[in-house]
């Protein structure tokens, strides 16, 4: 008896334990957030938090510092002024009911992550050390309102679409670097009231805050110029250390259209507001007036000038040696009027020029047939339809981009030696370049048949396009020269050099590529064409996506080499279709020689494949049916025995099963022959985002990752882990 009574105390406890674990555990989609983030801030212990990792760690039900939560889900994080050091987590997409997220006050590093939680009311990054571009994604954070960034090392153009936060009310990005001018987007921030953008480097004018219910603004230490709106002046605003312009306000913007004279009214001697058509009204009523007012002396002079001119006409008529009968048939004939000079048009008295009787001979009677007149026309239309204004367009280099000279960068690449040549593409060759100060850049040196001697303004303009692409993944330009017919760009350098080299060119430096570092770029690159097809505007379509074209930095991140070249150079279509055979083109591309976003994806997708397999996109060393890349990969992809088999040897078996399934299906959407078939970057990006989730690599992976300098703690990616 004693027994069963103990066995069944026993038995509640445990069914007690196990109801209040259930109802205090965390949504595990938050718990592996939450982890996300310990790992990243480097396991801070002033956190607090359990290290060890167990599969039962409950922030909610015990409590963790800083996590507040509603049910089983994390609603608020506030990690500010910990000393926390690291970076910002991958993964933060996870907290769908997070509201706060405050981490302020720290000594975070790195860039702000793409995915952020979507329901988030209020973000507060300030006073960190992050670096890099606003994320695009913050475009999509409709419940946001109150973003806060200030004091960090923020850089390039607010590439943010403000369209849907519309409830943002407090916005503060200043104390950075962030240059450009604000987006026009801002004018839809309609329930803005507080915003901080001193001390950045923002360009141009502040004409669309004018309308937004500001209550406090302060743009001080920036590069603004322009006039600082009237709407404005009435708030508490701070505008100093700007380059504003003075004197009166600017004229209306071009395409204004302009108030007719016919409309601009006078006053006349009675006092009375008139216009020229009413002068005869006031000769009508002269009955009801004391004496001849102006109006009626304006009528005097218009029926003299009316009668001069009628017999003008019937003298130079007598003249004529014509017959009736002639003039009737020349007035049947078609004919071409004289300029205005010669045959006046009267279009109404007040503004008929005086007659010149002498230019009206005989030999000028057959050009008295005056042309039609258009009576909706005025006379202000017609002279300014007379006046063709050719204005030239003049473009100029941003003023952020350096201008090189020759002899600069002759000096810099051993006069474009073959010991400094990194690389050469379609439009030319690509040195390396150390400068004086140590700083290292690329130079890539554009063919003259590509670009001419005589095209140095498209080329200016294309170096203005170019320079307004700004993404963590795109190779930033950063100069140009354009001397002596010669033009060059010059971009940021990268020390691991390209893909192509890393996968092909091996040596013995050379590491081979792990897996967690071929996701990353892969999918760091997606996120580069996502921007140039849907971010950018206008949209660019990259037409030369190829594992040469993306560049390694120290820490294996991706960055698009060439954006913007094939959209911009004239007739870079035909000198691409060079090309044709190398394995990227799309078939559409071979068989019409045009490039489209779908054609990009497909490139993308074979880079993807070189990823995966090691292998060249075409590589006529092999056998014939293996040669084309695609060709032999794709009926394979979803085979798991034959994708095994299929799998770059230098990984040597280290690589997540789930994982490489997962990025084969990529694949197969991105290469389909049909270009409708293809899906969208943005759906790339997020089906790589998925498998990014939902692996995680092995520890034995990971600490090979790590040797080989293949972690993505570099980047805002999780260590990827077998599942």
């Not at 994320?135 to 923020?154: F, G, M, R, V």
């Not at 009736?324 to 008929?352: A, F």
């Amino acid at each position: 008896m004693m027994v069963l009574l103990t066995t069944c105390i026993i038995l509640v406890l445990v069914w007690n334990w196990n109801l209040n674990g259930a109802t205090a555990a965390t949504d595990p989609t938050d718990v592996a957030s939450v982890k996300a983030i310990f790992q990243s801030a480097n396991s801070a212990p002033q956190l607090g938090w359990p290290a060890n990792g167990d599969t039962d760690d409950d922030p909610c039900g015990q409590s963790w510092k800083g996590i507040t939560c509603s049910d089983n889900r994390v609603t608020q994080i506030n990690l500010s002024n910990l000393a926390l050091t690291g970076t910002l987590p991958y993964g933060l997409q996870g907290f769908t009911s997070l509201t706060i997220l405050d981490m302020s006050n720290n000594n975070l590093v790195g860039t702000i992550p793409y995915q952020l939680p979507p329901n988030l009311h209020r973000l507060n990054f300030a006073n960190n050390n992050l670096t890099g571009p606003l994320p695009y994604s913050i475009s999509n954070l409709t419940s946001l309102t109150d973003l806060n960034l200030n004091h960090n090392q923020l850089q390039q153009a607010l590439n943010v679409n403000f369209q849907n936060l519309s409830t943002l009310s407090k916005l503060d990005l200043s104390f950075n670097s962030l240059t450009g001018d604000l987006p026009q987007t801002m004018s839809s921030l309609t329930g803005i009231t507080t915003m901080y953008l001193q001390n950045n480097q923002f360009t141009g004018a502040i004409d669309i805050l004018a309308d937004l219910p500001l209550n406090s603004l302060n743009v001080e230490n920036n590069n603004f110029t322009g006039w600082i709106p009237e709407q404005l002046k009435n708030i508490d605003l701070q505008t100093g250390g700007n380059a504003w312009s003075s004197g009166p306000a600017p004229p209306p913007p071009p395409g204004t259209p302009l108030v007719p004279k016919s409309n601009q009214h006078h006053k006349t001697g009675g006092g009375r507001s008139t216009t020229g058509q009413d002068a005869n009204s006031d000769t009508s009523n002269e009955g009801k007036k004391s004496g001849i007012g102006g109006g009626g002396i304006v009528g005097i002079v218009i029926s003299v000038i009316v009668v001069g001119a009628i017999v003008a006409f019937f003298l130079v008529k007598r003249k004529s040696k014509k017959s009736s009968s002639d003039l009737e048939k020349l007035g049947n004939q078609s004919t071409v009027p004289l300029p205005s000079n010669e045959v006046p048009e009267v279009t109404s008295v007040q503004t008929s020029p005086v007659f010149d009787l002498k230019k009206f001979d005989s030999s000028a009677s057959i050009n008295l047939i005056p042309p039609p007149i258009d009576r909706h026309k005025s006379f202000d239309d017609n002279e300014f339809s007379k006046k063709t204004t050719i204005v030239k367009k003049t473009i100029t280099a941003p003023p952020d981009l350096q201008s090189y000279s020759i002899a600069d960068l002759q000096i810099t690449t051993g006069s474009f030696s073959v010991d400094h040549l990194v690389g050469e593409g379609s439009f030319g060759r690509v040195y390396h370049a150390q400068f004086d100060d140590g700083k290292v850049l690329a130079v890539k040196k554009i063919d003259s048949s590509v670009l001419p001697n005589d095209f140095s303004e498209d080329f200016i303009e294309i170096v203005s396009n170019i320079s307004c692409l700004h993404h963590p993944n795109v190779t930033e330009l950063v100069g140009y020269c354009s001397e002596h017919g010669q033009h060059l760009l010059v971009y940021e350098f990268h020390k691991n050099g390209s893909l192509h080299d890393y996968l092909h060119v091996s040596d013995e430096y050379s590491k081979p590529l792990i897996w967690n570092s071929r996701v990353k770029i892969a999918l760091g690159t997606a996120r580069a064409l996502e921007y140039l097809h849907e971010v950018c505007s206008p949209s660019v379509v990259h037409k030369n996506i190829k594992s040469a074209n993306i560049l390694l930095d120290a820490e294996l991140n991706p960055h698009l080499s060439d954006c913007g070249l094939a959209s911009y150079i004239p007739n870079a279509e035909q000198i691409l279709n060079h090309n044709v055979g190398s394995g990227y083109d799309a078939p559409e591309v071979a068989l019409s020689g045009q490039y489209t976003f779908k054609s990009d994806i497909y490139s993308f997708g074979v880079v993807m494949l070189e990823l995966l397999s090691g292998r060249r996109p075409f590589d006529s060393s092999r056998a014939r049916q293996e040669q084309s890349l695609v060709r032999w990969a794709t009926p394979q992809l979803h085979d798991i025995d034959a994708l095994a088999k299929m799998v770059d040897p230098t990984l040597k078996g280290l690589y997540p099963v789930k994982s490489l399934s997962r990025f084969a299906d990529v694949i197969a959407l991105c290469v389909q022959p049909e270009p409708e078939f293809r899906p969208q970057m943005s759906e790339v990006v997020q089906a790589l985002v998925r498998l990014v989730q939902r692996a995680n690599m092995s520890r034995r992976t990971f600490t090979f990752g790590s040797d080989h300098g293949g972690s993505l703690r570099g980047s805002d990616e999780p260590a990827i882990r077998d599942i």
